[in-house]
């Protein structure tokens, strides 16, 4: 079991070019989240999905984030007209339904380190 | 929205000894607490959790506890090995009816152990 996959693992994008980072969540699991993490604030909740469907998105700043999840096995988080200040490592992560065992644990993936330049 | 605060910020032990991070929140709506530790360059690995109607939490070298009327909780890591230096993570989530929700993180807490 490879866990929570992340792609890249790293991205290199100039000032206000797109950055579109990618994960697939451990099979079985119907929660995914996304998080950031930078020196200055720490880590930052984004954005969740259950079952596919938007759950909670309060984390995402209003503009040039999105994200969707089209299908069980992958996300997406997309960032438009990237800025320096979007520089962090963005992680996800996913976990169980209830009634599937185990409880609420959230298994992390090993990151997306995006640097804007 | 939730605040989750750690104390210290960073410690440093001898091997064998242990160590005490504490951890606080505000929201009386969280339910449900997880830590995390994360090695440089690994991922957030999940090492023990509590939820709000329990006190104590045991598993091997690790001791979790969690006073609800005072929102404290207390991460006790005992006979320390190298492995264990990391950064450790508290957070706290709402967390009904056996759904996750968001974690709301700690700053950290960096652990050092000295041989």
């Known amino acids: 079991n490879a866990g929570v996959i992340q792609t890249p693992r790293h991205k290199v994008t100039g000032k206000g070019q797109e950055a579109t980072l990618w994960c697939e969540p451990i099979s079985g699991h119907s929660a995914v989240f996304w998080y950031r993490q930078t020196i200055v604030q720490g880590l930052e909740f984004l954005t969740y999905f259950r079952n596919q469907a938007p759950i909670d998105d309060s984390g995402m700043p209003k503009e040039r984030f999105s994200a969707q999840m089209p299908n069980q096995s992958h996300s997406t988080l997309k960032i438009q007209s990237t800025q320096p200040q979007d520089s962090a490592v963005y992680l996800c992560?996913?976990?169980?339904?209830?009634?599937?065992?185990?409880?609420?644990?959230?298994?992390f993936g090993p990151g997306t380190r995006l640097t804007v330049l | 929205g939730e605040q989750v605060e750690q104390l210290p910020s960073s410690l440093i032990v001898q091997e064998g000894a242990s160590v005490l991070i504490n951890c606080s929140y505000t929201?009386?709506?969280?339910?449900?607490f997880p830590w995390y530790k994360q090695e440089p360059g690994k991922r957030l690995q999940f090492i023990i959790d509590?939820?709000?109607?329990?006190e104590r939490k045991q598993t091997q070298r690790l001791t979790l506890l969690f006073d609800k009327k005072t929102k404290h909780l207390s991460l006790h890591i005992t006979a320390t090995q190298p492995g264990d230096s990391a950064i450790y993570f508290c957070s706290a989530s709402i967390h009904t009816g056996g759904l996750s929700g968001k974690l709301t993180f700690g700053e950290g807490t960096q652990v050092t152990v000295i041989s």
């Open positions: 929201d009386s709506a969280s339910v449900y």
């Open positions: 992560a996913s976990s169980l339904a209830p009634g599937q065992g185990a409880g609420a644990e959230q298994f």
């Open positions: 509590i939820r709000s109607n329990m």
